[in-house]
């Protein structure tokens, strides 16, 4: 029996492997890169900011490898070099020769990796709650990457993530663990960030000198009552980033995609169409 589910959308091979992405709308292209949460997808991630987004410009979303509907061949390893490389495969399958980059927590510190390794691919760059640079393992971000499934689990690992506390429905709790319980899933996840897991935070970050030869305007938001990723990261990247501004959302965790999706995405919106009108 097929999956039958709106998480899978088209399907290209990238750096490799058979990557499912989103791809909406047409204009200037943003590719947008998911969190690392237990069960999550591109979809998932970004369901709420990616028509918005495709009014006024091309949105895409891959499914990284490890998550969602991409393959998860036997023997890969999950590191920093392994996402790299499927992201500017996949901008190689696609044709895209440069894009604005929007990256949520793993996926800013891939994003941030990218342009750091790939600069002439990356025109405008997004972070948001963005792992990519070192901190101290939350007690959140802990209990999520400890994950083992069941419903009761789910829902208790998404109430680290936002601050509205009624977003966490029993309904998305089993809607997402029905997810995380796909074959193959768990397995992937166990892989990718055992205990003790401040390594993997360590391993996710890049060079600080690096980050501070960054030559692109970036855009760095983060919510204030954030308990995954800590403010003082944004803070931390903005202040390294030369061409960066901070924007810190109020009453808000670590879904600003969700809590906050309207003016989350007018915001972007507005930072990258300043691109749009220089070139």
């Known amino acids: 029996m097929v999956d039958s589910t709106p998480e899978i959308g088209r399907s290209i091979v990238a750096g490799g492997l058979r990557t499912n992405y989103h791809d909406m709308g047409s204009g200037s292209p943003v590719v947008l890169i998911h969190g690392s949460g237990p069960g999550v997808s591109a979809w998932a991630n970004w369901r709420l900011a990616l028509p918005m987004l495709a009014r006024t410009r091309r949105a895409i979303a891959p499914d990284m490898a490890g998550f969602g509907y991409t393959d998860r061949p036997a023997g890969i390893r999950y590191t920093l070099d392994q996402w790299v490389q499927q992201a500017v495969g996949f901008l190689d399958a696609l044709d895209l020769e440069r894009v604005d980059l929007v990256g949520n927590s793993f996926g800013g510190a891939l994003s941030l990796a990218i342009a750091i390794r790939h600069p002439g691919r990356v025109r405008r760059l997004v972070l948001m709650g963005a792992a990519g640079v070192k901190f101290e393992l939350t007690p ?80 760095v938001i983060h919510g204030r009552e954030d308990r995954i990723v800590p403010l003082s990261n944004s803070a931390r990247l903005a202040s390294l980033i030369p061409r960066s501004q901070l924007h810190v959302f109020g009453r808000c965790g670590h879904w600003t995609q969700i809590e906050h999706g309207e003016r989350f995405v007018r915001l972007v919106d507005d930072f990258l169409t300043e691109a749009d009108r220089e070139s």
């Open 140 to 219: 959140g971000l802990d209990a999520v990457w400890g994950y083992t499934p069941s419903v009761e689990n789910m829902k208790a690992i998404m109430g680290w993530f936002a601050f509205d506390q009624s977003l966490m429905s029993d309904d998305l709790a089993r809607l997402r663990y029905e997810a995380s319980i796909r074959p193959g899933v768990q397995e992937a996840w166990e892989a990718m960030f055992p205990a003790p897991r401040q390594r993997w935070i360590d391993a996710l970050a890049s060079d600080e000198e690096a980050i501070a030869r960054i030559p692109h305007e970036a855009l």
